[in-house]
């Protein structure tokens, strides 16, 4: 497939992808909020965020009930809602379209919880792949600890305990996430994928961010245009009304 520049959008999508406490999330937020602030048409969209599906997800995660190929395919119903309502739309109404995760996290995910790869991609053949992808690839002990950071403990399928890794959650989780890793470089290069070095600093990060991002797309193309009358033609200004003179008769 290729990307929505090859096909000829006007607009362009940009992703972010990594493991789970890669500091993805908050790469993609400075990186809306910059965009936003030169006057940009912006949109975002994060994953598993489908109000259709979003409460089917919920609950089958708190009751534990998902198998891989259930999980694959809510998640992939998810996707293809917001693909086809709100992603395709703007890209071609000419947005930069801004993605926390898009399909490479099922490339990954599914694949490691033991779905056949062809099979993956398969369901996710109708989507158009991203003008521009990072990968923010950060140390295991490093993304676990800035989780731990946030809240007390890990989440289940998160830490990927449905695998049956291992009884210790935090061992889950190192041995699911590296997995996953491993799935990550090995598409790095298949797809594109912009690596970034996660374990430095958010603002050094972020900083290359927007250098890429400014070298690789012309944002110009994407300012807002200032509104004008109906007519097509500038409104003339208004004449101020002349003081009236008194005269007065002797």
């Given amino acids: 497939m290729k990307t929505f520049a090859e096909l000829g959008f ?10 789970d406490g890669s500091g993805k999330s908050t790469q993609i937020y400075l990186l809306k909020r910059w965009l936003e602030l030169q006057g940009l048409k912006v949109y975002f969209s994060e994953w598993n965020s489908s109000e259709i599906v979003k409460a089917a ?3 089958g995660k708190k009751r534990e009930l998902l198998t891989p190929t259930t999980f694959s395919l809510i998640h992939a119903t998810d996707f293809a809602d917001r693909y086809e ?6 890209v071609r109404a000419g947005y930069l379209v801004l993605c926390d995760r ?4 099922a490339y990954a995910r599914d694949v490691v919880r033991g779905c056949p790869p062809e099979w993956v991609r398969g369901v996710y053949n109708f989507a158009a792949h991203p003008d521009l992808t990072f990968f923010f690839k950060a140390d295991l002990e490093v993304s ?25 959650p ?3 989780f190192r041995m699911f996430q590296g997995r996953m890793l491993e799935q990550y470089l090995a598409m790095s290069t298949e797809f594109n994928f912009l690596v970034m070095d996660a374990n430095q600093l958010v603002e050094t990060q972020q900083t290359t961010v927007r250098e890429l991002v400014s070298q690789r797309v012309d944002l110009a193309g994407f300012k807002h245009k200032e509104k004008k009358p109906l007519n097509g033609s500038p409104t003339p200004p208004r004449r101020k009304a002349k003081p009236e003179i008194e005269t007065t008769v002797e």
């Fill in 102 to 105: 898009y399909i490479f996290t």
């Fill in 57 to 59: 997800t919920s609950k």
């Fill in 170 to 172: 935090y061992e889950s």
């Fill in 10 to 19: 006007p607009g362009r999508l940009i992703a972010v992808e990594g493991l």
């Fill in 144 to 168: 676990l600890q800035r989780i731990l950071d946030g809240r007390p403990q890990l989440k289940y399928f998160e830490a990927g305990m449905d695998l049956r890794l291992s009884t210790d």
């Fill in 85 to 90: 309502r709100h992603l395709l739309p703007l």
